[in-house]
């Protein structure tokens, strides 16, 4: 079974900090990007943040210097370190793993709203 998980998702006030963990299952983690996506109510799904597996990460604009990709290949796990959130980045956030040769794998979603 393929299988991207997602947890850590909840409700935070402006300036808080979550942390978000993808676990994968059915797949070579090593031979993957992985990355986070989220998609805003109304809004088109976009990226967040992309790790190779040496762990070059890339992150769009309005979160650098507030959100960090991170990936620990002996537990199969990626991760999103999420400080000073804003309520702009309330979000439904989705893993995604995606290989040369290979279809994109998505998790489930978690949801993190940013209220105060």
């Known amino acids: 079974q393929v299988q991207l998980v997602e947890s850590g998702g909840g409700l935070v006030q402006p300036g808080g900090s979550l942390r978000l963990s993808c676990a994968a299952r059915?797949?070579?983690?090593?031979?993957?990007?992985m990355g986070w996506y989220r998609q805003a109510p109304g809004k088109q799904r976009v990226s967040v943040a992309i790790?190779?597996?040496?762990?070059?990460?890339n992150y769009a604009t309005p979160v650098k210097g507030r959100f960090t990709i991170s990936r620990d290949n002996a537990k199969n796990t990626v991760y999103l370190q999420m400080n000073s959130l804003k309520l702009e980045d309330t979000a439904v956030y989705y893993c995604?793993?995606?290989?040369?040769?290979?279809?994109?794998?998505w998790g489930q979603g978690t949801q993190v709203t940013v209220s105060s």
């Open positions: 995604y793993a995606t290989a040369p040769g290979s279809g994109p794998v």
């Open positions: 790790i190779t597996s040496d762990g070059s990460a």
């Open positions: 059915g797949f070579i983690f090593t031979d993957y990007v």
